[in-house]
């Protein structure tokens, strides 16, 4: 019983910046990316898997500052994995470089300084026998979610109740 608890909560994204890169992270000021690949690591208590298939599908409003850097062109998010972990104990477990003091830890525990770690300087394009690793299932069913919100928005707009005369 107590096992259904522990359902994932936990995220995090394999983030490919393709080329270096200056940007803005709302508040907290101009960054340099260095090109390279990144791993974020973000939680929700709730709603894990609408969470993953707003990152994929990119938010409309800037919210996290996770939300900067995806919407800067040349990032992209290469993989997606949720584990059982608290966020902190993932994050730290991912072992890189902060580039950005603060980023993403709003509400971190555990100072761990940052959510979002450099894990690999630009390298070639060889991480394609690790992405095995990862469930795909996450992105498969976000994309199956998106189209079904899509559905019904196409469905859902009928003609407007036309407002009733008194
Ligand atoms: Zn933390």
Redesign the pocket.
């Known amino acids: 019983m107590v096992h259904n608890r522990t359902r994932a909560r936990t995220y995090q994204l394999e983030i490919e910046v393709g080329r270096p890169l200056r940007i803005a992270i709302g508040r907290l000021g101009e960054f340099d990316f260095p090109a390279g690949r990144y791993v974020y690591t973000g939680s929700a208590r709730r709603g894990l898997d609408a969470r993953v298939r707003r990152h994929l599908s990119g938010a409309r409003r800037l919210h996290w500052h996770i939300d900067y850097l995806l919407a800067t062109s040349g990032v992209r998010i290469t993989d997606v994995s949720t584990t059982d972990e608290p966020?902190?104990t993932a994050?730290q477990r991912t072992s890189g470089a902060i580039v950005v003091q603060g980023f993403g830890?709003s509400d971190?525990?555990?100072d761990?300084g940052s959510?979002l770690k450099l894990v690999a300087r630009q390298r070639p394009r060889k991480f394609s026998a690790d992405r095995r690793n990862t469930p795909g299932a996450v992105i498969a069913s976000a994309a199956k979610q998106a189209r079904l919100t899509a559905n019904r928005h196409v469905t859902g707009s009928q003609p407007g109740i036309a407002p009733q005369k008194p």
């Open positions: 966020e902190c994050n830890s971190c525990t555990s761990c959510h």
